[in-house]
Structure formats: C-alpha cells, structure tokens
C-alpha cells in the first residue's frame, strides 16, 4: 500500500495552508493545537510563514513533512494468526 500527502496538496486551492485548515489538510492526524506544540519544540515543518497573526506552510514541504511522519504497519489477518499459531 501506498500512501502521499502529495495527492492532497496537487488537489489543495492555493499554495499556504493555515495551521487553522491542518486538520483538512492531513485529514484529521493533525490538530492546530499539537502543530502550535511542534513548531514551540522545534520539530514542526521547516518551512511556516507568519501572515499578520497567523501561521501557514507552504504546502509541499508540509506534505513532504507529513510524509515523513508516515509509518506504515501491515497485520496479518486473524486466519493467518491462527494458522501461524499452530
């Protein structure tokens, strides 16, 4: 399986997505208030730009972050758990 948040950002309007719009944008993972934590701590997107009193990030290196926050895990079906069981 694969996954990009590239998809999401060739489909996003505009080239900035606000830290208010990152819920949309990662669909769901992330939430205003822990971006607002990681940017303090320093390991937000390298790349934001401050707009008057808001925060945006370019929206293809916030999706090669998010990306980078990606990790994928693979289950086995509860047959083959059974029949490894054995």
Avoid: N
Avoid at 4 to 18: I, T
Avoid at 23 to 34: A, L, W
Avoid at 37 to 60: H, N, Q
């Amino acid at each position: 399986m694969s996954f990009s948040f590239h998809s999401k950002a060739e489909s996003w309007v505009g080239e900035l997505v606000l830290r208010s719009q990152i819920e949309e944008f990662s669909e769901g993972t992330f939430k205003p208030s822990s971006m607002r934590t990681l940017d303090s701590m320093g390991r937000g997107p390298a790349e934001r730009i401050r707009v008057g009193g808001k925060i945006g990030y370019p929206k293809w290196p916030l999706a090669e972050w998010l990306d980078s926050k990606c990790r994928f895990e693979h289950r086995r079906s509860s047959a083959a758990q059974k029949d490894g069981a054995a």
